[in-house]
């Protein structure tokens, strides 16, 4: 018995030093985009906005190869949108810009592959909304005159408080593939697909989830 649990020590002890966890810093350039659909709009371009995001990193070895990589980001998201429609005959047209600001913590499972400094991963990323703003211009022509009126919505208020209604949880799937540099820096491409409609649920069944890629830079501390 004496020596089966020294044995188990001593695979603990082991365990323990290949376990070793690891803590750091991350930033990251973010082109952001969306699934944005509305019955009400026809002709809708959407275009990447540029963002960026920040934040801290925990290092769970599993093995010599697979780890778990929990984060907790700053992130902003957000979207370009133009659309066009017709209504009693007459053009209306809308152009509207979306600046999102999130906390957002993935959970990424890694693979190193082989022993080279290549890796790949993948794991589920839950947002939360801090805040946000909805601002454009909505333009139509009455009897030859052409109206411009803009607008300026809190994302995340309700359509009570005059607000866009967004909602403030956000659920997506992340892939990433990466490179260690050295043994403290690394860089990785990561793109994250937004699976929740974040669209007001009086948005007339419209459609808003996230798109996002990433370009960051890893510091192990």
């Known amino acids: 018995m004496k020596k089966l649990l020294f044995t188990a020590f001593i695979l603990l002890c082991s365990m323990g030093v290949k376990a070793q966890i690891n803590y750091g810093i991350q930033a990251s350039g973010v082109l952001s985009n969306a699934a944005f659909t509305d019955d009400d ?8 906005r540029p963002g960026f995001a920040a934040g801290i990193f925990v290092e769970f070895p599993i ?6 990589i ?3 980001n700053f992130m902003q998201k957000g979207v370009k949108v133009t659309s066009e429609t ?4 007459e053009d209306f047209n809308q152009e509207m810009k979306a ?8 959970v990424i499972v890694v693979y190193t ?10 794991g589920p990323s839950f947002g939360y909304g801090l805040s946000g703003k909805l601002k454009g211009t909505f333009e139509f022509e009455e009897e ?7 607008f300026n919505m809190d994302a995340f208020k309700s359509e009570d408080e005059n607000g866009a209604g967004l909602k403030r949880f956000d659920f997506g799937i992340t892939g990433m593939a990466g ?4 043994s403290n820096f690394s860089i990785a491409a990561s793109y994250l697909h937004g699976v929740s409609n974040i669209a007001s649920d009086d948005a007339n069944d419209a459609k808003f989830s996230n798109r996002n890629i990433l370009i960051s830079l890893a510091y192990k501390i």
Request: net charge negative; aromatic share 14%; proline share 4%.
């Open 41 to 48: 709009l026809d002709n809708t371009k959407k275009e990447f």
């Open 63 to 68: 093995s010599d190869n697979f780890g778990v």
């Open 70 to 72: 929990p984060s907790v």
């Open 86 to 89: 017709t209504i009693a005959g």
């Open 99 to 106: 600046s999102l600001n999130y906390i957002e913590v993935p």
């Open 113 to 122: 592959i082989g022993k080279s400094n290549f890796y790949i991963g993948a």
């Open 144 to 150: 030859g005159v052409l109206y411009s009126e803009s």
């Open 179 to 182: 490179y260690k540099i050295s």
